[in-house]
Protein backbone atom coordinates (compact mmCIF):
# COMPACT_ATOMS: atom_id res chain seq x y z
CA UNK A 1 0.00 0.00 0.00
CA UNK A 2 1.44 3.80 -0.90
CA UNK A 3 2.44 6.07 2.19
CA UNK A 4 0.09 8.65 3.04
CA UNK A 5 1.00 12.12 1.81
CA UNK A 6 2.82 14.00 4.37
CA UNK A 7 0.39 17.05 6.15
CA UNK A 8 2.09 20.08 5.09
CA UNK A 9 2.58 23.39 6.92
CA UNK A 10 -0.23 25.72 6.00
CA UNK A 11 0.85 29.18 5.68
CA UNK A 12 -1.67 32.66 5.21
CA UNK A 13 -1.83 36.13 6.11
CA UNK A 14 -2.04 37.83 9.21
CA UNK A 15 -5.63 39.05 10.03
CA UNK A 16 -6.17 42.85 11.08
CA UNK A 17 -5.83 42.45 14.44
CA UNK A 18 -2.90 40.21 14.85
CA UNK A 19 -0.70 42.05 12.47
CA UNK A 20 -1.20 45.08 15.05
CA UNK A 21 -0.19 43.21 17.82
CA UNK A 22 2.96 41.61 15.76
CA UNK A 23 3.44 44.88 14.18
CA UNK A 24 3.87 46.67 18.03
CA UNK A 25 5.97 43.56 19.82
CA UNK A 26 8.31 44.39 17.45
CA UNK A 27 8.88 48.26 17.93
CA UNK A 28 10.07 47.17 21.76
CA UNK A 29 7.79 44.78 23.95
CA UNK A 30 9.49 41.59 21.34
CA UNK A 31 11.40 40.33 24.33
CA UNK A 32 8.61 41.01 27.19
CA UNK A 33 5.66 39.61 28.19
CA UNK A 34 3.56 42.73 27.04
CA UNK A 35 1.30 40.42 25.17
CA UNK A 36 1.15 37.33 27.26
CA UNK A 37 -2.63 35.80 28.57
CA UNK A 38 -3.06 33.25 30.95
CA UNK A 39 -5.28 31.38 32.70
CA UNK A 40 -4.94 29.60 35.88
CA UNK A 41 -6.77 26.76 37.04
CA UNK A 42 -7.17 25.56 40.76
CA UNK A 43 -7.85 21.87 40.73
CA UNK A 44 -9.37 19.86 43.71
CA UNK A 45 -9.20 16.15 44.20
CA UNK A 46 -7.33 13.29 42.61
CA UNK A 47 -5.44 14.13 39.25
CA UNK A 48 -4.45 12.12 36.60
CA UNK A 49 -1.42 13.00 35.65
CA UNK A 50 -1.19 10.89 32.68
CA UNK A 51 -4.59 11.80 31.36
CA UNK A 52 -3.78 15.78 31.40
CA UNK A 53 -1.04 15.78 29.09
CA UNK A 54 -2.72 14.02 26.48
CA UNK A 55 -5.74 16.11 27.28
CA UNK A 56 -3.43 19.17 26.27
CA UNK A 57 -2.09 17.52 23.11
CA UNK A 58 -5.68 17.09 21.85
CA UNK A 59 -6.59 20.48 22.82
CA UNK A 60 -3.09 21.74 20.19
CA UNK A 61 -4.06 19.49 17.89
CA UNK A 62 -7.94 21.27 17.53
CA UNK A 63 -6.90 24.45 17.59
CA UNK A 64 -4.56 25.96 14.60
CA UNK A 65 -4.39 28.82 16.51
CA UNK A 66 -2.14 27.24 18.51
CA UNK A 67 0.40 25.66 15.97
CA UNK A 68 0.95 29.26 14.59
CA UNK A 69 4.68 31.28 14.39
CA UNK A 70 5.12 33.98 12.03
CA UNK A 71 7.38 34.78 9.73
CA UNK A 72 10.31 36.87 9.76
CA UNK A 73 8.80 40.21 8.55
CA UNK A 74 5.44 39.62 9.39
CA UNK A 75 3.99 38.70 6.07
CA UNK A 76 2.31 35.40 7.05
CA UNK A 77 1.52 32.81 10.08
CA UNK A 78 2.38 29.13 9.80
CA UNK A 79 0.40 26.78 11.00
CA UNK A 80 2.88 23.33 12.28
CA UNK A 81 0.72 20.13 10.42
CA UNK A 82 1.64 18.89 14.65
CA UNK A 83 2.15 20.50 17.67
CA UNK A 84 2.60 19.12 21.20
CA UNK A 85 2.56 21.36 24.77
CA UNK A 86 4.75 20.38 27.60
CA UNK A 87 3.57 20.04 30.51
CA UNK A 88 6.50 20.63 33.46
CA UNK A 89 5.46 19.69 37.13
CA UNK A 90 6.50 21.83 40.25
CA UNK A 91 6.15 19.78 42.87
CA UNK A 92 5.69 21.62 46.39
CA UNK A 93 3.69 18.67 48.25
CA UNK A 94 6.71 18.03 50.28
CA UNK A 95 8.14 21.66 51.44
CA UNK A 96 7.20 23.36 54.34
CA UNK A 97 3.33 24.58 54.51
CA UNK A 98 3.81 28.02 55.14
CA UNK A 99 6.06 28.16 52.20
CA UNK A 100 4.30 26.22 49.59
CA UNK A 101 1.75 29.54 48.34
CA UNK A 102 4.86 31.99 47.82
CA UNK A 103 6.42 29.03 46.18
CA UNK A 104 3.58 28.23 43.97
CA UNK A 105 3.18 32.27 43.60
CA UNK A 106 6.86 32.17 42.12
CA UNK A 107 6.75 29.77 39.47
CA UNK A 108 3.37 30.97 37.97
CA UNK A 109 4.79 34.30 37.76
CA UNK A 110 7.51 33.35 35.89
CA UNK A 111 5.68 31.85 33.61
CA UNK A 112 3.75 34.80 33.15
CA UNK A 113 6.49 36.98 32.76
CA UNK A 114 8.57 34.22 30.16
CA UNK A 115 8.61 36.12 26.75
CA UNK A 116 7.34 33.97 23.31
CA UNK A 117 9.30 33.57 20.42
CA UNK A 118 6.94 34.44 18.14
CA UNK A 119 9.46 33.11 14.68
CA UNK A 120 10.21 29.96 16.78
CA UNK A 121 7.11 29.24 19.08
CA UNK A 122 5.51 27.33 20.74
CA UNK A 123 2.85 30.22 21.28
CA UNK A 124 0.91 28.18 24.04
CA UNK A 125 2.52 26.63 27.51
CA UNK A 126 1.73 25.01 30.36
CA UNK A 127 2.72 24.51 33.59
CA UNK A 128 1.49 22.10 36.96
CA UNK A 129 2.09 22.94 40.09
CA UNK A 130 1.54 20.66 43.10
CA UNK A 131 0.74 22.00 45.96
CA UNK A 132 -0.57 19.09 47.80
CA UNK A 133 -1.24 15.29 47.11
CA UNK A 134 -5.13 16.55 46.03
CA UNK A 135 -4.49 20.32 45.33
CA UNK A 136 -2.84 21.56 41.67
CA UNK A 137 -2.98 24.93 40.13
CA UNK A 138 -2.54 24.38 36.23
CA UNK A 139 -1.40 27.80 34.54
CA UNK A 140 -1.52 28.15 30.35
CA UNK A 141 -0.14 31.14 28.88
CA UNK A 142 -0.66 32.36 25.78
CA UNK A 143 0.67 34.76 23.22
CA UNK A 144 -2.24 37.45 22.34
CA UNK A 145 -1.45 37.48 18.93
CA UNK A 146 -3.16 33.69 19.07
CA UNK A 147 -5.76 34.00 21.70
CA UNK A 148 -7.49 36.43 23.48
CA UNK A 149 -9.23 36.50 26.60
CA UNK A 150 -12.34 35.07 25.83
CA UNK A 151 -10.92 32.33 24.03
CA UNK A 152 -8.77 31.62 27.09
CA UNK A 153 -12.54 30.17 28.37
CA UNK A 154 -13.15 28.47 25.64
CA UNK A 155 -9.31 26.78 25.76
CA UNK A 156 -10.56 25.85 29.80
CA UNK A 157 -13.65 24.41 29.14
CA UNK A 158 -12.42 22.28 26.36
CA UNK A 159 -9.84 21.15 28.04
CA UNK A 160 -11.99 19.77 30.97
CA UNK A 161 -14.07 17.99 28.30
CA UNK A 162 -10.61 16.64 26.73
CA UNK A 163 -9.14 15.48 30.00
CA UNK A 164 -12.15 13.79 31.09
CA UNK A 165 -12.54 11.89 28.33
CA UNK A 166 -8.85 10.46 28.33
CA UNK A 167 -9.36 9.75 31.93
CA UNK A 168 -12.67 7.54 31.12
CA UNK A 169 -11.35 6.15 27.77
CA UNK A 170 -14.03 7.69 25.82
CA UNK A 171 -14.40 10.20 23.14
CA UNK A 172 -15.03 14.19 23.76
CA UNK A 173 -18.46 15.42 23.40
CA UNK A 174 -16.66 18.32 21.58
CA UNK A 175 -17.61 19.26 17.77
CA UNK A 176 -14.99 19.74 15.43
CA UNK A 177 -13.02 23.11 15.59
CA UNK A 178 -13.42 25.84 12.96
CA UNK A 179 -10.39 26.02 10.97
CA UNK A 180 -8.44 29.52 11.91
CA UNK A 181 -6.61 29.38 8.25
CA UNK A 182 -9.77 29.55 6.58
CA UNK A 183 -10.89 32.73 8.58
CA UNK A 184 -7.66 34.31 8.24
CA UNK A 185 -7.55 33.95 4.66
CA UNK A 186 -11.58 35.42 4.33
CA UNK A 187 -10.49 37.96 5.96
CA UNK A 188 -7.68 39.17 4.21
CA UNK A 189 -9.48 38.85 1.14
CA UNK A 190 -11.93 40.82 2.04
CA UNK A 191 -9.80 43.75 3.54
CA UNK A 192 -7.23 44.59 0.53
CA UNK A 193 -8.86 48.26 -1.61
CA UNK A 194 -7.13 50.97 -2.37
CA UNK A 195 -8.77 53.34 0.18
CA UNK A 196 -7.08 50.84 3.05
CA UNK A 197 -3.63 50.44 1.00
CA UNK A 198 -3.72 54.71 1.18
CA UNK A 199 -4.16 54.69 4.47
CA UNK A 200 -2.11 51.59 5.53
CA UNK A 201 0.97 52.93 3.31
CA UNK A 202 -0.17 56.82 5.39
CA UNK A 203 0.47 55.16 8.56
CA UNK A 204 3.79 53.17 7.66
CA UNK A 205 5.21 56.42 7.31
CA UNK A 206 4.31 57.55 9.91
CA UNK A 207 5.72 54.39 11.96
CA UNK A 208 8.83 54.79 9.87
Known amino acids: ?18 WEIWYASQR ?8 NAACILRLEGALDTDALPRGLHQLVARHESLRITFSPKGEEQIVAP ?12 STEVTRRDDAMREVIGRELERPFDLGRGPLFRACLVRVESQRHVLTL ?21 LYAAEKGGRSPKLTSAPSFAEYATRQAELRPNSAYAAAEQFWREQFA
Open 1 to 18: AAAPAPVEEKRFPLTAAQ
Open 28 to 35: GAAASSAY
Open 82 to 93: QGRVELPVQDFS
Open 141 to 161: VVHHTVSDGWSLGVIARELAD
